[in-house]
């Protein structure tokens, strides 16, 4: 599975002298957490085409990538945790978002247009692309001279 996330997305969570991800980390943790965000909200929107960073709406990309900084952190500081922290504000974050997008409280804005840039995206030519036709075509196919 491609990743929906990239190390950038996770280290925004994260403050680089509490925790610096390598460049080249292959965020183990994501197919995981992406499977459970897509699982989550597959009843309200259309995961399929959610298959790459550019296709997946930012709003899932943050919740994504908060979930993995909050499982990264506790692995980093496991033995220190005895308290509430900052893992636990960013699975408390993350819980919150899914449920305000499964409750139809928060939509995400990109979603559709994402669909739609997906679907425009290819080439358009005559007699499709109108753009740049002033006057009515002369002639078409299959007309005889």
Do not use: C
Not at 27 to 55: C, F, H, I, P, Q
Not at 67 to 87: C, F, G, M, S
Not at 124 to 141: G, I
């Amino acid at each position: 599975m491609a990743q929906l996330i990239n190390v950038d997305d996770v280290q925004s969570w994260l403050t680089e002298d509490r925790l610096l991800l390598d460049g080249n980390d292959d965020l183990a943790e994501e197919t995981n957490v992406s499977n459970e965000v897509k699982s989550v909200v597959e009843g309200r929107y259309d995961t399929t085409l959610w298959t790459s960073r550019a296709t997946t709406p930012t709003l899932i990309k943050s919740i994504i990538s908060a979930r993995v900084a909050a499982i990264r952190y506790r692995k980093v500081y496991a033995d220190q945790l005895e308290e509430e922290n900052y893992a636990d504000w960013l699975d408390n974050w993350y819980k919150m978002q899914l449920e305000g997008i499964i409750n139809g409280q928060i939509q995400l804005l990109d979603a559709d247009d994402l669909e739609a840039a997906l679907v425009s995206s290819g080439p358009s030519f005559h007699p499709d692309d109108t753009s740049s036709v002033t006057d009515p075509a002369k002639f078409s196919l299959g007309m005889t001279f």
